[in-house]
């Protein structure tokens, strides 16, 4: 469950300070939209910066209150001009539904996960006492005989390890299934985004995997304006007709808590992109191997990272998509980055002076977090789940029967009744 502390990016738990841009700095009204500015933002802010956001922004490193007129006693003077509010690409990011709802730290976001497995565990138990009972009053004579073994204790529950691994088997599925369809990165991402924020609220004991992973397809093809009749797509999907799809939708959009815009990292990277040319490239190339060339070799790498790593990942959870498009940037070069890095926010100029100038320490310690961040986030897009068909197979078994006890208890008492 998510705890009242806000939850942005979560990108590490151990720090404590909010780093923002000085509305000071900041031209006087406008808004931003540097992919940076999500960027440098810290992990854990303290329990009402979401508030304090709201009105103004925190310019001091240690994370001291630096808001404009929260001194109510202080009058004000006759060179004090009322100054416009300046809204950043931060403060629209912490108004929207995903960080609202769909962020979390490390520690919130494994216990939502432990919640929706018990609670899936829950509901399997009393389906299958539930199944039971209706047995026993049906064929009372198999219960007086062999009731001590048709207990719960033949039901084989999906540990919450199980559940991972079975999930991230199917969000693999969802990329073949897209694939199929030949939709666009923007569909299959957002698929993969509602499939995997379903299952943070459901468990595989309570919706199968294979049904709901069809419909959040669907479902993301009509959120990205990417037009198929649902005729059309069923027809392609062996032994699935319309009503199967159709009848999901209210449950995965009730599920979504109705939020169905995804902010994925492509969008940001395409300005990091940008920001690269007119950092290393202008008004003259500030590294001697670096051209426009070299920056799209990067950008195209940088984009298959997005798509073979973070897609399937806890990522998105728990990092903004600036964040993760820069870790994405960062890991598949890590010398063009950090180079460019140093370039926005240490304001170095030249490529061999950086022992010639001594950074600000607030702006140092600014770096070194975004760095520190990007870091955890390579490491946590890259802890990927191996689960081979084999191992989802005896999962899905354990999945359909604690979905349909019925079925188990039936199986389960002709055996008995064939040995006896």
Not at 55 to 61: A, G, P
């Amino acid at each position: 469950m998510q705890s009242s502390e806000p939850p942005l990016s979560r990108a590490d738990s151990s720090v404590n300070t909010e780093v923002t841009k000085n509305t000071s700095a900041q031209p006087s009204n406008g808004i931003t939209e540097d992919p940076t500015e999500i960027a440098s933002i810290d992990a854990d802010l303290p329990p009402d910066a979401k508030n304090a956001t709201n009105t103004s922004t925190l310019s001091n490193i240690d994370g001291s209150s630096n808001i404009a007129g929260a001194d109510s006693d202080k009058t004000p003077g006759p060179s004090d001009t009322p100054q416009k509010k300046y809204v950043s690409g931060d403060d629209l990011y912490r108004r929207s539904s995903q960080y609202q709802t769909w962020s979390f730290s490390s520690k919130e976001l494994h216990e939502q996960k432990k919640h929706a497995n018990e609670k899936g565990r829950n509901a399997a138990l009393k389906l299958f006492d539930t199944a039971r009972s209706a047995m026993m009053t049906e064929k009372p004579d198999i219960f007086t005989a062999h009731g001590n073994q048709l207990t719960s204790d033949i039901l084989e529950l999906i540990s919450f390890e199980e559940e991972q691994k079975y999930l991230q088997f199917f969000g693999s599925q969802i990329v073949q299934i897209c694939s199929h369809f030949k939709m666009p990165t923007q569909v299959k991402a957002t698929a993969i985004s509602f499939f995997r924020r379903f299952y943070l609220v459901n468990s595989v004991m309570e919706y199968r995997p294979r049904n709901i992973l069809y419909t959040a397809v669907f479902l993301a093809a009509k959120s990205e304006n990417y037009f198929i009749s649902i005729e059309t797509f069923c027809s392609r999907i062996p032994k699935t007709k319309p009503e199967d799809i159709l009848g999901l939708e209210f449950i995965i959009l009730s599920s979504l808590k109705f939020t169905l815009l995804v902010h994925h990292a492509f969008r940001p990277l395409y300005g990091f992109f940008l920001d690269f040319q007119s950092l290393l490239l202008h008004p003259s190339p500030v590294m001697y191997d670096v051209n426009v060339d070299t920056i799209g070799q990067l950008y195209d790498k940088a984009k298959r990272w997005l798509n073979d790593h973070a897609l399937l990942s806890d990522a998105p959870f728990l990092f903004t998509p600036p964040q993760i498009a820069l870790a994405a940037l960062y890991d598949s070069d890590k010398r063009i980055t950090d180079r460019y890095l140093r370039l926005k926010f240490l304001k170095e100029t030249s490529e061999n002076n950086e022992a010639s100038q001594t950074p600000v320490q607030p702006e140092k310690e600014h770096f070194d977090l975004i760095v520190k961040t990007i870091r955890r986030c390579i490491k946590i897009t890259k802890e990927e789940t191996h689960t081979s068909r084999e191992e989802s197979t005896k999962i899905d078994e354990k999945c359909f029967f604690a979905l349909n006890p019925q079925k188990l208890l039936k199986r389960r008492a002709k055996a008995l009744q064939g040995d006896s």
